[in-house]
T-cell receptor, first 114, second 110 residues
Framework: DVKVTQSSRYLVKRTGEKVFLECVQDMDHENMFWYRQDPGLGLRLIYFSYDVKMKEKGDIPEGYSVSREKKERFSLILESASTNQTSMYLC?????????????FGPGTRLLVL | EDQVTQSPEALRLQEGESSSLNCSYTVSGLRGLFWYRQDPGKGPEFLFTLYSAGEEKEKERLKATLTKKESFLHITAPKPEDSATYLCAVPSYNTDKLIFGTGTRLQVFP
């Protein structure tokens, strides 16, 4: 079974703090994704990565950055957290390539920015 | 523009009352349609992938079907433990990005 883990289930941070969210997958997947999920807005893609050290902007990258130094690990960084970044953050991975788009999700990190 | 629309937004069923959830899509060149289940406070859990019109897949009380314009998730004799939000998604035309619908929140009452 594919396993995607996220470093924290719940986080509480102050406005202006730097926040790191870590995601690890154990299935040697090429692709990794970061989403945020908000009521009424569904899943929105923040950033994704097709390979180590590669990153692509998703639909809402503003205020976020990412890092992928190893194939199995994809980090989301909030350089200076703001209250409008309070949300549920979901990491996903997929094998990659045509017909291999099934994404497997981690348990999520619920972030509260005060 | 690639788009996924799910209906209804919410559905309340009595235990044993069968029903269907709809996922309609517009995408250039369908490369699959995915169904996920999401429990409150958790990440989406993969259920099914459908690749071509006419394809069907089943898992316990769930059956997913696909036409050229939409997919249905049929729930037969649901139980309270089937209560969850059900999401569908399709890959965008030329990337591995998934386009998600906003989901159907299903509540099954005993």
């Amino acid at each position: 079974d594919v396993k995607v883990t996220q470093s924290s289930r719940y986080l509480v941070k102050r406005t202006g703090e730097k926040v790191f969210l870590e995601c690890v997958q154990d299935m040697d997947h090429e692709n990794m994704f970061w989403y945020r999920q908000d009521p009424g807005l569904g899943l929105r893609l923040i950033y994704f990565s097709y390979d180590v050290k590669m990153k692509e902007k998703g639909d809402i990258p503003e205020g976020y950055s990412v890092s992928r130094e190893k194939k199995e690990r994809f980090s989301l960084i909030l350089e200076s957290a703001s209250t409008n970044q309070t949300s549920m953050y979901l990491c996903a991975s997929s094998l990659g390539g045509t017909g291999q788009e099934t994404q497997y999700f981690g348990p999520g990190t619920r972030l509260l920015v005060l | 523009e690639d788009q996924v629309t799910q209906s209804p937004e919410a559905l309340r069923l009595q235990e044993g009352e069968s029903s269907s959830l709809n996922c309609s899509y517009t995408v250039s060149g369908l490369r699959g349609l995915f169904w996920y289940r999401q429990d409150p406070g958790k990440g989406p859990e993969f259920l099914f992938t459908l690749y071509s019109a006419g394809e069907e897949k089943e898992k316990e009380r769930l059956k997913a079907t696909l036409t050229k314009k939409e997919s249905f998730l049929h729930i037969t004799a649901p139980k309270p433990e089937d209560s969850a939000t059900y999401l569908c998604a399709v890959p965008s035309y030329n990337t591995d990005k998934l386009i998600f619908g906003t989901g159907t929140r299903l509540q099954v009452f005993p």
